[in-house]
Protein backbone atom coordinates (compact mmCIF):
# COMPACT_ATOMS: atom_id res chain seq x y z
CA UNK A 1 0.00 0.00 0.00
CA UNK A 2 2.07 2.75 -0.10
CA UNK A 3 5.10 2.93 -2.41
CA UNK A 4 2.98 5.55 -3.70
CA UNK A 5 1.05 5.48 -0.76
CA UNK A 6 -1.65 3.37 -2.45
CA UNK A 7 -0.84 1.21 0.24
CA UNK A 8 1.79 1.57 -1.38
CA UNK A 9 2.41 4.92 -1.14
CA UNK A 10 -0.76 6.37 -3.08
CA UNK A 11 -2.62 6.55 -0.33
CA UNK A 12 -5.29 3.58 -0.93
CA UNK A 13 -4.86 0.07 0.97
CA UNK A 14 -4.53 -1.23 -2.63
CA UNK A 15 -0.94 -0.83 -2.56
CA UNK A 16 -2.59 2.37 -2.86
CA UNK A 17 -2.11 4.90 -0.13
CA UNK A 18 -4.11 5.06 -0.68
CA UNK A 19 -11.38 2.22 7.18
CA UNK A 20 -29.74 11.11 12.83
CA UNK A 21 -31.17 12.56 15.55
CA UNK A 22 -29.68 15.82 15.30
CA UNK A 23 -26.26 14.96 14.05
CA UNK A 24 -26.48 16.23 10.46
CA UNK A 25 -27.34 19.51 9.01
CA UNK A 26 -30.24 19.01 6.94
CA UNK A 27 -30.15 18.89 2.97
CA UNK A 28 -31.17 22.04 3.17
CA UNK A 29 -28.58 23.41 4.67
CA UNK A 30 -26.14 20.77 3.24
CA UNK A 31 -26.47 22.30 0.04
CA UNK A 32 -25.78 25.85 1.28
CA UNK A 33 -22.82 24.65 3.47
CA UNK A 34 -21.31 23.46 0.40
CA UNK A 35 -21.70 26.16 -1.59
CA UNK A 36 -20.18 28.43 1.17
CA UNK A 37 -17.31 25.75 1.09
CA UNK A 38 -16.42 25.58 -2.11
CA UNK A 39 -16.60 29.68 -1.93
CA UNK A 40 -13.76 29.84 0.69
CA UNK A 41 -11.96 26.96 -0.71
CA UNK A 42 -11.49 29.53 -3.59
CA UNK A 43 -10.49 32.23 -1.27
CA UNK A 44 -6.89 30.60 -1.49
CA UNK A 45 -5.30 30.88 2.01
CA UNK A 46 -8.14 29.23 4.39
CA UNK A 47 -8.01 25.73 5.50
CA UNK A 48 -10.33 23.11 7.04
CA UNK A 49 -10.23 22.75 11.12
CA UNK A 50 -11.88 20.13 12.81
CA UNK A 51 -12.80 21.45 16.28
CA UNK A 52 -12.99 19.05 19.18
CA UNK A 53 -15.30 19.89 22.28
CA UNK A 54 -14.71 18.51 25.39
CA UNK A 55 -18.30 16.80 25.57
CA UNK A 56 -19.97 14.96 22.89
CA UNK A 57 -22.19 17.58 21.98
CA UNK A 58 -21.75 21.03 20.71
CA UNK A 59 -21.87 24.09 22.35
CA UNK A 60 -25.58 25.95 21.14
CA UNK A 61 -23.25 28.95 20.73
CA UNK A 62 -20.48 27.26 18.44
CA UNK A 63 -21.53 29.26 15.35
CA UNK A 64 -20.82 32.75 16.97
CA UNK A 65 -17.65 31.44 18.89
CA UNK A 66 -16.11 30.13 15.34
CA UNK A 67 -17.37 33.69 13.78
CA UNK A 68 -15.98 34.80 16.74
CA UNK A 69 -12.25 33.15 16.30
CA UNK A 70 -12.49 34.24 12.03
CA UNK A 71 -14.01 31.37 10.88
CA UNK A 72 -17.01 29.86 8.86
CA UNK A 73 -19.46 26.67 10.48
CA UNK A 74 -19.10 24.06 7.34
CA UNK A 75 -20.97 21.18 9.27
CA UNK A 76 -22.02 20.19 12.68
CA UNK A 77 -21.90 16.90 14.19
CA UNK A 78 -23.56 17.32 17.60
CA UNK A 79 -23.96 13.78 18.65
CA UNK A 80 -19.97 13.20 18.79
CA UNK A 81 -18.81 16.93 19.77
CA UNK A 82 -17.57 17.54 16.34
CA UNK A 83 -17.92 20.79 14.52
CA UNK A 84 -15.90 21.07 10.70
CA UNK A 85 -14.98 24.81 10.18
CA UNK A 86 -12.76 26.39 8.00
CA UNK A 87 -11.02 29.99 8.50
CA UNK A 88 -8.64 32.00 6.52
CA UNK A 89 -7.48 33.17 9.87
CA UNK A 90 -3.73 32.33 10.95
CA UNK A 91 -5.04 33.41 14.63
CA UNK A 92 -8.19 30.65 14.01
CA UNK A 93 -7.02 27.92 16.57
CA UNK A 94 -5.24 30.02 18.83
CA UNK A 95 -8.46 32.07 19.44
CA UNK A 96 -10.25 29.22 19.62
CA UNK A 97 -8.36 26.97 22.01
CA UNK A 98 -9.57 30.15 24.60
CA UNK A 99 -12.85 28.74 24.79
CA UNK A 100 -12.99 26.70 27.56
CA UNK A 101 -16.08 24.50 25.66
CA UNK A 102 -13.32 23.57 23.24
CA UNK A 103 -10.96 20.79 23.96
CA UNK A 104 -8.81 20.90 20.56
CA UNK A 105 -8.64 22.32 16.98
CA UNK A 106 -6.67 21.43 14.01
CA UNK A 107 -6.18 22.57 10.62
CA UNK A 108 -6.04 19.28 8.08
CA UNK A 109 -4.95 20.21 4.77
CA UNK A 110 -1.66 20.12 5.50
CA UNK A 111 -2.19 16.82 6.63
CA UNK A 112 -4.31 14.60 4.57
CA UNK A 113 -3.55 10.80 4.26
CA UNK A 114 -3.59 9.83 0.66
CA UNK A 115 -4.01 6.28 -0.22
CA UNK A 116 -1.25 4.04 -1.30
CA UNK A 117 -1.62 1.31 -3.58
CA UNK A 118 0.92 -0.20 -4.63
CA UNK A 119 -0.81 -2.66 -7.32
CA UNK A 120 -2.32 0.70 -8.95
CA UNK A 121 0.37 2.29 -9.76
CA UNK A 122 2.62 -0.97 -10.73
CA UNK A 123 3.03 -1.15 -14.34
CA UNK A 124 4.46 -4.72 -14.72
CA UNK A 125 -31.32 -4.55 13.23
CA UNK A 126 -34.64 -4.25 11.63
CA UNK A 127 -35.88 -7.49 10.06
CA UNK A 128 -33.71 -8.76 7.15
CA UNK A 129 -35.29 -9.92 4.35
CA UNK A 130 -34.27 -13.46 3.12
CA UNK A 131 -31.22 -14.23 1.76
CA UNK A 132 -31.41 -15.59 -2.25
CA UNK A 133 -29.11 -17.91 -4.27
CA UNK A 134 -26.83 -16.20 -6.54
CA UNK A 135 -25.74 -19.48 -8.54
CA UNK A 136 -23.15 -19.87 -11.33
CA UNK A 137 -20.87 -17.68 -12.70
CA UNK A 138 -20.24 -14.66 -15.09
CA UNK A 139 -17.93 -13.83 -18.06
CA UNK A 140 -15.10 -12.92 -16.44
CA UNK A 141 -15.42 -15.50 -12.93
CA UNK A 142 -12.43 -17.81 -14.28
CA UNK A 143 -9.91 -14.48 -13.66
CA UNK A 144 -10.97 -14.30 -9.55
CA UNK A 145 -8.76 -16.53 -8.09
CA UNK A 146 -9.36 -14.62 -5.29
CA UNK A 147 -13.40 -15.89 -4.76
CA UNK A 148 -12.21 -19.65 -5.60
CA UNK A 149 -9.61 -18.74 -2.30
CA UNK A 150 -12.44 -17.82 -0.06
CA UNK A 151 -15.01 -20.76 -1.07
CA UNK A 152 -17.25 -17.66 -2.02
CA UNK A 153 -18.94 -19.69 -5.52
CA UNK A 154 -19.70 -22.42 -3.28
CA UNK A 155 -21.41 -19.53 -0.57
CA UNK A 156 -23.35 -17.82 -2.54
CA UNK A 157 -24.78 -20.62 -4.22
CA UNK A 158 -26.65 -21.25 -0.73
CA UNK A 159 -26.48 -17.35 0.13
CA UNK A 160 -26.10 -14.34 -2.16
CA UNK A 161 -27.50 -12.11 0.45
CA UNK A 162 -29.77 -9.67 1.14
CA UNK A 163 -31.24 -7.16 -0.61
CA UNK A 164 -31.70 -5.62 2.79
CA UNK A 165 -28.47 -5.57 3.61
CA UNK A 166 -26.65 -2.04 2.92
CA UNK A 167 -22.86 -1.98 2.89
CA UNK A 168 -21.35 1.17 3.04
CA UNK A 169 -17.59 1.77 0.69
CA UNK A 170 -16.03 4.79 1.99
CA UNK A 171 -13.49 5.85 -0.42
CA UNK A 172 -13.43 7.33 -3.41
CA UNK A 173 -16.94 6.94 -4.55
CA UNK A 174 -17.98 4.21 -7.18
CA UNK A 175 -19.00 4.40 -10.77
CA UNK A 176 -22.81 4.27 -10.49
CA UNK A 177 -23.23 3.63 -14.01
CA UNK A 178 -20.52 0.35 -14.18
CA UNK A 179 -22.96 -2.47 -15.36
CA UNK A 180 -21.87 -5.22 -12.31
CA UNK A 181 -22.78 -2.32 -9.91
CA UNK A 182 -25.82 -0.29 -11.36
CA UNK A 183 -28.49 -2.84 -10.40
CA UNK A 184 -26.62 -2.79 -6.58
CA UNK A 185 -26.27 1.03 -5.99
CA UNK A 186 -28.25 2.47 -2.92
CA UNK A 187 -28.40 6.61 -4.29
CA UNK A 188 -30.04 7.38 -1.24
CA UNK A 189 -27.87 5.93 0.88
CA UNK A 190 -24.94 7.69 -1.15
CA UNK A 191 -23.09 10.67 -0.30
CA UNK A 192 -20.40 13.05 -1.16
CA UNK A 193 -18.04 13.86 2.02
CA UNK A 194 -15.11 15.10 0.59
CA UNK A 195 -16.23 18.97 1.96
CA UNK A 196 -16.62 17.70 5.36
CA UNK A 197 -21.01 18.00 4.88
CA UNK A 198 -22.26 15.10 2.99
CA UNK A 199 -23.66 15.66 -0.54
CA UNK A 200 -26.39 13.01 -1.02
CA UNK A 201 -26.74 11.24 -4.02
CA UNK A 202 -24.85 8.38 -6.20
CA UNK A 203 -23.73 11.45 -8.95
CA UNK A 204 -22.38 13.26 -6.32
CA UNK A 205 -20.42 10.45 -4.71
CA UNK A 206 -19.29 9.40 -8.41
CA UNK A 207 -15.72 8.11 -8.78
CA UNK A 208 -12.84 10.28 -10.16
CA UNK A 209 -9.78 7.84 -9.07
CA UNK A 210 -10.97 4.42 -9.46
CA UNK A 211 -10.07 2.67 -6.11
CA UNK A 212 -13.60 3.42 -4.92
CA UNK A 213 -15.42 1.41 -7.83
CA UNK A 214 -12.25 -1.35 -7.28
CA UNK A 215 -13.48 -2.08 -4.05
CA UNK A 216 -17.15 -2.02 -4.31
CA UNK A 217 -16.61 -4.46 -6.95
CA UNK A 218 -15.12 -7.17 -4.63
CA UNK A 219 -18.14 -6.51 -2.50
CA UNK A 220 -21.09 -6.23 -4.32
CA UNK A 221 -20.40 -6.83 -7.95
CA UNK A 222 -24.20 -8.16 -9.38
CA UNK A 223 -24.56 -11.58 -10.68
CA UNK A 224 -25.88 -10.67 -13.88
CA UNK A 225 -23.41 -12.65 -16.22
CA UNK A 226 -21.26 -9.83 -17.16
CA UNK A 227 -17.67 -9.09 -15.52
CA UNK A 228 -17.53 -10.70 -12.39
CA UNK A 229 -19.17 -11.79 -9.39
CA UNK A 230 -19.00 -10.09 -5.62
CA UNK A 231 -19.08 -11.62 -2.81
CA UNK A 232 -21.97 -10.69 -1.63
CA UNK A 233 -23.29 -10.25 -4.88
CA UNK A 234 -27.26 -9.59 -3.94
CA UNK A 235 -26.23 -6.69 -1.01
CA UNK A 236 -27.23 -3.10 -1.97
CA UNK A 237 -24.28 -0.95 -1.94
CA UNK A 238 -23.63 2.88 -1.00
CA UNK A 239 -20.40 5.39 -2.52
CA UNK A 240 -19.47 7.31 0.02
CA UNK A 241 -16.78 9.62 -1.22
CA UNK A 242 -14.49 10.47 1.49
CA UNK A 243 -11.35 10.45 -0.74
CA UNK A 244 -10.87 13.25 -3.81
CA UNK A 245 -9.31 12.20 -7.17
CA UNK A 246 -5.91 12.44 -5.98
CA UNK A 247 -6.34 9.62 -3.32
CA UNK A 248 -6.12 12.14 -0.08
CA UNK A 249 -8.95 11.20 2.72
CA UNK A 250 -9.08 14.80 5.03
CA UNK A 251 -10.25 13.97 8.46
CA UNK A 252 -13.71 16.04 7.79
CA UNK A 253 -14.42 13.27 5.38
CA UNK A 254 -13.64 10.36 7.25
CA UNK A 255 -15.74 12.16 10.15
CA UNK A 256 -18.65 12.82 7.50
CA UNK A 257 -18.15 9.22 6.44
CA UNK A 258 -18.64 7.88 9.54
CA UNK A 259 -21.40 10.20 10.58
CA UNK A 260 -23.53 9.46 7.08
CA UNK A 261 -23.09 5.69 7.42
CA UNK A 262 -24.18 5.34 11.46
CA UNK A 263 -27.21 7.84 10.79
CA UNK A 264 -28.12 5.50 7.90
CA UNK A 265 -27.73 2.44 9.79
CA UNK A 266 -25.49 1.03 7.23
CA UNK A 267 -24.99 -2.80 7.99
CA UNK A 268 -20.94 -2.77 6.78
CA UNK A 269 -18.69 -0.34 5.96
CA UNK A 270 -15.66 -1.56 4.04
CA UNK A 271 -12.51 1.29 4.17
CA UNK A 272 -9.32 0.85 2.07
CA UNK A 273 -7.04 3.67 3.34
CA UNK A 274 -5.87 5.53 5.80
CA UNK A 275 -8.03 7.88 7.21
CA UNK A 276 -5.49 10.39 9.32
CA UNK A 277 -3.59 13.60 8.15
CA UNK A 278 -0.31 11.12 9.66
CA UNK A 279 0.00 7.71 8.97
CA UNK A 280 1.02 7.00 12.47
CA UNK A 281 -1.48 9.69 14.52
CA UNK A 282 0.21 10.11 18.14
CA UNK A 283 -2.40 10.75 20.53
CA UNK A 284 0.05 13.12 23.13
CA UNK A 285 0.48 16.04 19.81
CA UNK A 286 -2.45 18.11 20.66
CA UNK A 287 -3.03 18.65 16.91
CA UNK A 288 -2.97 15.12 16.01
CA UNK A 289 -5.18 14.41 18.98
CA UNK A 290 -7.86 16.00 18.33
CA UNK A 291 -8.03 14.24 14.83
CA UNK A 292 -8.07 11.38 16.51
CA UNK A 293 -10.53 11.81 18.75
CA UNK A 294 -13.00 13.40 16.38
CA UNK A 295 -12.40 10.02 14.09
CA UNK A 296 -12.86 7.75 16.76
CA UNK A 297 -15.38 9.68 17.92
CA UNK A 298 -17.27 9.26 14.31
CA UNK A 299 -16.38 5.78 14.21
CA UNK A 300 -17.88 5.14 17.39
CA UNK A 301 -21.10 6.53 16.36
CA UNK A 302 -21.43 4.16 13.69
CA UNK A 303 -20.56 1.10 15.77
CA UNK A 304 -23.43 1.94 17.70
CA UNK A 305 -25.97 2.43 14.98
CA UNK A 306 -25.04 -1.04 14.19
CA UNK A 307 -22.35 -0.78 11.80
CA UNK A 308 -19.41 -3.11 11.21
CA UNK A 309 -16.31 -1.36 10.32
CA UNK A 310 -14.11 -3.29 8.24
CA UNK A 311 -10.40 -1.79 7.17
CA UNK A 312 -7.34 -2.82 5.70
CA UNK A 313 -3.83 -3.21 7.59
CA UNK A 314 -2.09 -0.83 5.29
CA UNK A 315 1.04 -1.49 2.55
CA UNK A 316 4.30 -1.08 4.28
CA UNK A 317 5.29 -4.43 5.50
CA UNK A 318 4.86 -2.82 9.23
CA UNK A 319 4.49 -4.50 12.42
CA UNK A 320 1.92 -2.33 13.50
CA UNK A 321 1.91 -3.58 17.34
CA UNK A 322 5.86 -2.64 17.26
CA UNK A 323 6.40 1.35 15.68
CA UNK A 324 9.23 3.32 15.80
CA UNK A 325 9.45 5.24 12.91
CA UNK A 326 7.00 7.35 10.58
CA UNK A 327 9.01 7.98 7.46
CA UNK A 328 5.37 8.85 5.54
CA UNK A 329 3.94 11.94 7.30
CA UNK A 330 2.36 14.50 6.53
CA UNK A 331 2.32 12.86 3.08
CA UNK A 332 0.54 15.50 1.26
CA UNK A 333 3.33 18.10 1.38
CA UNK A 334 7.06 16.86 2.31
CA UNK A 335 7.68 13.85 5.04
CA UNK A 336 9.50 14.45 8.17
CA UNK A 337 10.83 11.69 9.51
CA UNK A 338 9.85 11.40 12.90
CA UNK A 339 10.01 8.21 15.86
CA UNK A 340 6.99 6.91 16.94
CA UNK A 341 5.73 4.59 19.61
CA UNK A 342 2.56 2.64 20.61
CA UNK A 343 1.06 6.41 21.63
CA UNK A 344 0.59 6.40 18.02
CA UNK A 345 -1.92 4.34 16.19
CA UNK A 346 -3.40 4.06 12.52
CA UNK A 347 -6.96 4.86 11.78
CA UNK A 348 -9.12 3.68 11.36
CA UNK A 349 -7.93 -0.15 11.63
CA UNK A 350 -6.29 0.67 15.35
CA UNK A 351 -9.66 1.91 16.38
CA UNK A 352 -10.93 -0.56 19.23
CA UNK A 353 -13.59 -2.52 18.18
CA UNK A 354 -11.98 -1.99 13.80
CA UNK A 355 -11.92 -5.33 12.29
CA UNK A 356 -8.20 -5.58 10.36
CA UNK A 357 -7.52 -7.40 7.40
CA UNK A 358 -4.37 -8.79 6.06
CA UNK A 359 -3.37 -9.31 2.56
CA UNK A 360 -2.45 -12.93 1.48
CA UNK A 361 -1.72 -14.19 -2.61
CA UNK A 362 -2.69 -17.54 -4.00
CA UNK A 363 -0.10 -19.47 -2.40
CA UNK A 364 -1.97 -18.17 0.91
CA UNK A 365 0.53 -16.91 2.00
CA UNK A 366 0.72 -12.70 3.74
CA UNK A 367 1.39 -10.99 0.99
CA UNK A 368 4.79 -9.42 0.74
CA UNK A 369 4.09 -5.46 1.35
CA UNK A 370 0.77 -6.33 3.58
CA UNK A 371 1.55 -4.45 7.08
CA UNK A 372 0.18 -6.94 10.22
CA UNK A 373 0.21 -6.98 13.85
CA UNK A 374 -0.92 -8.29 17.15
CA UNK A 375 -3.84 -6.60 18.00
CA UNK A 376 -4.44 -4.93 14.77
CA UNK A 377 -4.88 -7.92 12.31
CA UNK A 378 -8.37 -9.84 12.77
CA UNK A 379 -8.62 -11.99 9.41
CA UNK A 380 -6.63 -11.97 6.36
CA UNK A 381 -7.96 -12.38 2.80
CA UNK A 382 -6.74 -12.14 -0.63
CA UNK A 383 -5.41 -8.89 -1.88
CA UNK A 384 -2.77 -10.19 -4.01
CA UNK A 385 1.05 -10.47 -4.44
CA UNK A 386 2.91 -9.78 -7.56
CA UNK A 387 6.24 -10.73 -5.97
CA UNK A 388 6.20 -14.02 -4.40
CA UNK A 389 2.23 -15.94 -5.20
CA UNK A 390 2.81 -15.68 -8.89
CA UNK A 391 0.40 -19.11 -9.59
CA UNK A 392 -1.48 -20.14 -12.89
CA UNK A 393 -4.85 -19.31 -11.28
CA UNK A 394 -3.19 -15.37 -10.52
CA UNK A 395 -0.55 -15.05 -13.74
CA UNK A 396 -0.17 -11.45 -12.82
CA UNK A 397 -0.94 -12.45 -8.99
CA UNK A 398 -3.45 -9.38 -8.39
CA UNK A 399 -6.91 -9.19 -7.80
CA UNK A 400 -9.41 -8.50 -10.54
CA UNK A 401 -11.87 -6.50 -9.64
CA UNK A 402 -14.70 -3.19 -11.44
CA UNK A 403 -13.09 0.03 -12.67
CA UNK A 404 -14.79 2.99 -14.50
CA UNK A 405 -14.09 2.46 -18.19
CA UNK A 406 -12.92 6.39 -18.36
CA UNK A 407 -10.02 5.78 -15.60
CA UNK A 408 -8.76 2.94 -16.95
CA UNK A 409 -5.41 3.34 -18.52
CA UNK A 410 -5.41 0.00 -20.07
CA UNK A 411 -2.67 -2.25 -20.93
CA UNK A 412 -1.56 -5.59 -19.57
CA UNK A 413 -3.70 -4.86 -16.14
CA UNK A 414 -6.42 -4.03 -17.72
CA UNK A 415 -9.93 -6.37 -18.86
CA UNK A 416 -13.01 -5.87 -20.68
CA UNK A 417 -16.24 -7.90 -21.14
CA UNK A 418 -17.27 -6.75 -24.13
CA UNK A 419 -20.67 -9.40 -24.06
CA UNK A 420 -22.30 -5.33 -23.26
CA UNK A 421 -22.71 -1.90 -24.92
CA UNK A 422 -20.12 -0.23 -24.35
CA UNK A 423 -17.75 -2.57 -22.90
CA UNK A 424 -17.41 -2.63 -19.16
CA UNK A 425 -14.25 -2.03 -17.54
CA UNK A 426 -11.99 -3.91 -15.02
CA UNK A 427 -8.65 -3.89 -13.65
CA UNK A 428 -6.45 -5.94 -11.72
CA UNK A 429 -4.61 -4.39 -8.77
CA UNK A 430 -3.49 -5.48 -5.52
CA UNK A 431 -3.14 -4.13 -1.95
CA UNK A 432 -4.67 -4.79 1.35
CA UNK A 433 -7.16 -2.04 -0.34
CA UNK A 434 -8.11 -5.29 -2.25
CA UNK A 435 -8.43 -7.48 0.76
CA UNK A 436 -10.31 -5.10 3.25
CA UNK A 437 -13.88 -5.72 0.85
CA UNK A 438 -13.41 -9.59 0.90
CA UNK A 439 -14.20 -9.66 5.12
CA UNK A 440 -16.49 -6.60 4.64
CA UNK A 441 -18.81 -8.96 1.49
CA UNK A 442 -18.14 -11.72 4.21
CA UNK A 443 -19.21 -9.55 7.10
CA UNK A 444 -22.30 -8.36 4.61
CA UNK A 445 -23.35 -12.17 4.31
CA UNK A 446 -23.44 -12.56 7.54
CA UNK A 447 -25.95 -9.78 8.68
CA UNK A 448 -27.72 -11.51 5.54
CA UNK A 449 -28.48 -13.83 7.95
CA UNK A 450 -30.47 -12.21 10.39
CA UNK A 451 -27.39 -11.23 12.76
CA UNK A 452 -27.57 -7.50 13.35
CA UNK A 453 -24.87 -6.96 16.10
CA UNK A 454 -21.08 -5.38 15.06
CA UNK A 455 -20.11 -7.58 17.49
CA UNK A 456 -21.52 -11.34 16.95
CA UNK A 457 -20.51 -10.31 13.25
CA UNK A 458 -17.30 -9.91 13.83
CA UNK A 459 -17.00 -13.03 15.96
CA UNK A 460 -18.51 -14.93 13.47
CA UNK A 461 -16.27 -13.13 10.48
CA UNK A 462 -13.53 -14.78 12.93
CA UNK A 463 -14.88 -18.02 14.01
CA UNK A 464 -15.33 -19.07 10.69
CA UNK A 465 -12.22 -18.17 9.43
CA UNK A 466 -9.50 -21.06 8.17
CA UNK A 467 -6.39 -20.84 10.50
CA UNK A 468 -3.32 -20.10 9.26
CA UNK A 469 0.06 -20.84 10.79
CA UNK A 470 3.12 -18.50 10.59
CA UNK A 471 5.21 -19.35 7.57
CA UNK A 472 8.08 -21.90 8.36
CA UNK A 473 10.51 -19.84 6.38
CA UNK A 474 10.14 -16.31 6.92
CA UNK A 475 13.56 -15.36 4.52
CA UNK A 476 11.22 -15.46 1.64
CA UNK A 477 10.36 -11.88 3.38
CA UNK A 478 13.78 -10.73 3.74
CA UNK A 479 13.47 -8.42 0.61
CA UNK A 480 10.56 -6.94 2.36
CA UNK A 481 11.50 -5.06 5.40
CA UNK A 482 9.86 -2.67 6.99
CA UNK A 483 8.73 0.83 4.74
CA UNK A 484 9.57 3.17 8.17
CA UNK A 485 11.55 1.42 9.94
CA UNK A 486 13.40 -1.54 7.97
CA UNK A 487 13.20 -4.40 10.85
CA UNK A 488 12.23 -7.84 9.34
CA UNK A 489 8.96 -8.52 9.60
CA UNK A 490 8.49 -11.33 11.59
CA UNK A 491 5.18 -13.47 12.87
CA UNK A 492 4.69 -13.62 15.81
CA UNK A 493 2.01 -16.58 17.68
CA UNK A 494 -0.25 -19.89 16.63
CA UNK A 495 -2.38 -21.35 14.21
CA UNK A 496 -5.34 -20.42 16.57
CA UNK A 497 -3.87 -16.53 15.83
CA UNK A 498 -0.59 -15.00 15.19
CA UNK A 499 0.38 -11.06 13.79
CA UNK A 500 0.26 -12.38 10.37
CA UNK A 501 -2.85 -13.86 9.55
CA UNK A 502 -5.07 -12.81 13.09
CA UNK A 503 -7.46 -15.63 13.13
CA UNK A 504 -7.56 -17.57 9.73
CA UNK A 505 -8.20 -16.42 5.90
CA UNK A 506 -11.78 -15.67 5.70
CA UNK A 507 -14.08 -18.56 4.25
CA UNK A 508 -17.79 -17.49 3.10
CA UNK A 509 -19.05 -20.58 2.33
CA UNK A 510 -18.27 -21.52 6.29
CA UNK A 511 -20.04 -18.46 7.51
CA UNK A 512 -23.31 -18.90 5.81
CA UNK A 513 -23.08 -22.86 6.86
CA UNK A 514 -22.00 -22.76 10.22
Known amino acids: MKTNRWFTRTRFLSHLR ?32 IVLYKTQSVSADAANAIAGAGGTMVATYDA ?54 APGSDNLSGLQWDMVQIHSPEARAINGGSSAILVGDIDTGLDYTHPDLAPNVDDAASANCVSGAPVPGKVAANDDNGHGTHTAGTIA ?30 PEAVVCAFMWAGSHHMNVTNNSY ?65 EVTNACAVVPVEVPGVIGVTANGNLQLKSYYSSYGVGSADVIAPGGDRRLQITAAAPNGRVLSTFPAALNPGGALAVFDCSVSPCASYRYLQGTSMASPHAAGVAALIASQGITSPG ?29 NGAPQVCQGTLDYNSFNGHGQINALSAVTQ
Open 18 to 49: IATAGTLIIAAAIAILATTNTALVGAGSAQTY
Open 80 to 133: IGVVIARSDNDAFRSNLMKNSAVQGVAATEKFATRLPDEGVNDSAGAPVAPSTP
Open 221 to 250: AAKNTIGIVGVAPNVKIAGIKAGNSAGFFF
Open 274 to 338: FADPWYFNCKNDPVQRAIWEAERRAIRFAMKNGTVVVAAEGNFSDDLAHPTMDLQSPDNTTPVPR
Open 456 to 484: AIAAKLQNTADPIDCPPDLSIYAPFPSVN
